[in-house]
């Protein structure tokens, strides 16, 4: 359950504060104004502040302030004009005046309501959905896409495992602030090859990231480039098929490289650099490969699909073009890279991502997610929609209306 903030006007909250205590939230702060509020976020931490869409209430400064420490904000307006006002600053998340708190719960929720692929009437565990993420060469924005499907993921109330096979270094842990003097991963590995992996042991191994309502597992990558023996191909793959027993989705953040080492030694039997890569990319049920919007980085991606493509089934391949930005491409770049994907690789379906410097400049300083440091910004949301477009499972569609009762003919 949450805690909560709240700057609403008496009427709105006396009819909601008896609910969302039912529901079992905690409201830590009941104030006046957008300034009380902001001037309390760090003395109350809360986990949301729901308030009032009115200009005593709401505020571009407000919402900087929350999306600063990772705090979701929900508007509650009370008419049209209200309601736009709050769009404009950037407020996603808004109530009107009269919802009953079962609306606003949704929105706290984060999305849509969401089937999960665990059935509640099964006694037996599914296997979670693996997906690879891959990128060439030049830091084409791998670990951060990896990182934030695992984010959204579990935002959609799902338990989620972001593993990083790089073997050429892992990114994973700074990029989230935790740990990595013990590679995570490396020690799944160990542990596998010894028939010893069980959930206890990934359940020890693992660090957690937390958030309100998605946190997620993190397997980190190894500490320097030189360790990379450890991920050997059969302990990589054994890890990950024991990984999916205990998970509903993998997200594994992989190496660049696609080459093929033992072309260069007679020694069959040596440990093989990009055998963690190989693994992943086998393992996963979808492949995700993430380029740069620029000329060298399409060149580069161009290139790497088509290896990609002689190794794995094209229909398991999505396509992810990174920092799409005019300065970089010209007039219309969104145009010119699907051209360009169409024409030299028959690719016509990508997703986009623009380029928001500022929103990937504030997670990484403050070592969070998307969602958790810029949960407005325009990556985000864009890497939202490629998750629940391309990755979690269509909801079931809502019966409407009602059903008239069935009338009986009362017995003579």
């Not at 509020?37 to 929350?66: I, K, M, Q, W």
């Not at 990595?180 to 957690?208: H, M, V």
């Not at 793959?237 to 990984?243: F, G, K, N, Q, Y």
């Not at 997610?369 to 325009?378: F, K, M």
């Amino acid at each position: 359950m949450a805690r909560l903030a709240l700057a609403l006007d008496a009427a709105t909250e006396d009819r909601l504060l008896a609910d969302l205590v039912e529901h079992g939230h905690t409201v830590v702060a009941r104030l006046v104004g957008w300034r009380d509020l902001v001037d309390s976020l760090d003395v109350l931490a809360p986990e949301v502040v729901v308030v009032g869409a009115g200009r005593g209430t709401l505020s571009a400064e407000l919402l900087n302030a929350c999306d600063e420490r990772g705090i979701r904000l929900i508007a509650v307006a009370s008419d049209d004009a209200e309601r736009a006002t709050a769009a404009t600053l950037g407020v996603h998340e808004i109530a009107g005046r009269g919802a009953g708190w079962g609306e606003i719960e949704a929105l706290l929720a984060g999305v849509a309501a969401l089937p999960s692929r665990l059935d509640a009437g099964s006694t037996t565990r599914p296997e979670a959905a693996v997906i690879a993420v891959w990128g060439p060469a030049g830091a084409p924005g791998r670990t951060t896409v990896a990182v934030n499907i695992a984010a959204e993921l579990a935002a959609a109330g799902h338990r989620v495992a972001l593993v990083d096979a790089d073997p050429y270094g892992g990114a994973v842990a700074p990029a989230l602030g935790l740990l990595d003097e013990t590679p995570g991963f490396a020690a799944a590995c160990r542990l596998a090859g010894a028939g010893s992996l069980d959930r206890a042991e990934l359940e020890r191994i693992a660090q957690r990231y937390t958030s309100p309502r998605a946190s997620f597992d993190v397997y980190s990558g190894l500490v320097g480039a030189n360790r990379w023996p450890e991920l050997a191909h059969e302990r990589a793959t054994s890890a990950l098929e024991t990984m999916r027993g205990q998970f509903e989705y993998l997200v594994i953040d992989t190496g660049f490289s696609l080459e093929r080492d033992e072309e260069l030694t007679s020694d069959q039997f040596a440990p093989r650099r990009n055998a963690a890569t190989f693994a992943a990319l086998e393992s996963a049920d979808r492949i995700v490969a993430v380029g740069l919007a620029d000329p060298v980085g399409l060149s580069r991606l161009l290139r790497g699909h088509g290896d990609l493509a002689t190794l794995v089934d094209p229909e398991r391949i999505d396509v992810i073009v990174n920092r799409v930005r005019q300065s970089a491409l010209g007039i219309d770049a969104h145009a010119q890279v699907r051209q360009t994907l169409h024409r030299f690789a028959g690719i016509d379906a990508a997703t986009l991502l623009p380029h928001d410097g500022r929103a990937a400049d504030a997670a990484i300083l403050g070592a969070r997610t998307l969602r958790d440091a810029a949960g407005r910004a325009p990556l985000r949301a864009a890497l939202r929609d490629y998750v629940l477009r391309a990755i979690l499972p269509e909801p079931a569609p809502r019966r409407r209306g009602f059903t008239l009762p069935v009338l009986r003919r009362a017995e003579a």
